[in-house]
C-alpha cells in the first residue's frame, strides 16, 4: 500500500520528456562533434604532433561512443519512467473502480 505516499504522474511525464530532450541535446552535440575533423599538421610539423593527431581522433572517436550511450540511457530512462507513470495510473483507476468510482 502507498502509506500516505502520492504519486504525481504528470511529473514523471515532464521528467520523461525532460530526458528526452536531454538525451535529443547530446545527440546533436555527437553528430557536431563526430562532423570535427582535423587535417594533417593542425597540431605542428613536429613528428610528434601526427601522435597527437592519432590521439585526438581516438579521444574524439570514443567521446562519441560515450554520447551515445549516454542519449540511449536517458531514452531508456525515460520509457520506464513513463511506463511507471501509466501504471501508476492504471492501479489509480482500478483502485477507483474498486470502490465504485472511476472511469
Known sequence: MSQGTNVESDALRAYARAAESAAD???KIRGRTAAL???DGTFGQLPEANSLRADYIG???Q???DLE???EMLRTIAEAVRGSAENYDAN???TARG???GA
Do not use: C, N
Open 25 to 27: 541535446r547530446i545527440a
Open 37 to 39: 575533423d582535423l587535417s
Open 59 to 61: 579521444q574524439k572517436d
Open 63 to 65: 567521446s562519441g561512443t
Open 69 to 71: 550511450d549516454s542519449a
Open 92 to 94: 489509480e483507476d482500478e
Open 99 to 101: 470502490f465504485g468510482g
